[in-house]
Nanobody
Framework: VQLQASGGGLVQAGDSLRLSCVASGRFFSPYGMGWFRQAPGKEREFVAAVSRSGGTTDYADSVKGRFTISRDNAKNTVSLQMNSLKPEDTAVYSC????????????????WGQGTLVTVSS
């Protein structure tokens, strides 16, 4: 599985942004999907995860109520809708695929896409 993320950019605090991740390859639906982020000088952190069917989601406390993860298995895509963005959301966001249904630990993810930079100005 190869993953390609897009949608990052420079926005102001309070704005919204939608990230997308397209998976190439034949098998997408067997994988749980997740988004992680890494801010400058910080370790990578979990942001959101969605189950194989899309019916179950999990979020980091810092983004609950503001971010929404979803997937479209027919289009091999997973999206992250980010609302009410804050400067502390500034990071490189990466999508990843796991053989587990839902996972919050990065070590459980097998495939990673390249990151897309999100910068939120105050």
């Amino acid at each position: 599985v190869q993953l390609q993320a897009s949608g990052g950019g420079l926005v102001q605090a309070g704005d919204s942004l939608r990230l997308s991740c397209v998976a190439s390859g034949r098998f997408f639906s067997p994988y749980g999907m997740g988004w992680f982020r890494q801010a400058p000088g910080k370790e990578r952190e979990f942001v959101a995860a969605v189950s194989r069917s899309g019916g179950t989601t999990d979020y980091a406390d810092s983004v609950k109520g503001r971010f929404t993860i979803s997937r479209d298995n027919a289009k091999n895509t997973v999206s992250l809708q980010m609302n009410s963005l804050k400067p502390e959301d500034t990071a490189v966001y990466s999508c990843a695929a796991t053989p587990h249904n839902v996972a919050t630990r990065g070590s459980l993810y097998k495939y990673w896409g390249q990151g897309t930079l999100v910068t939120v100005s105050s």
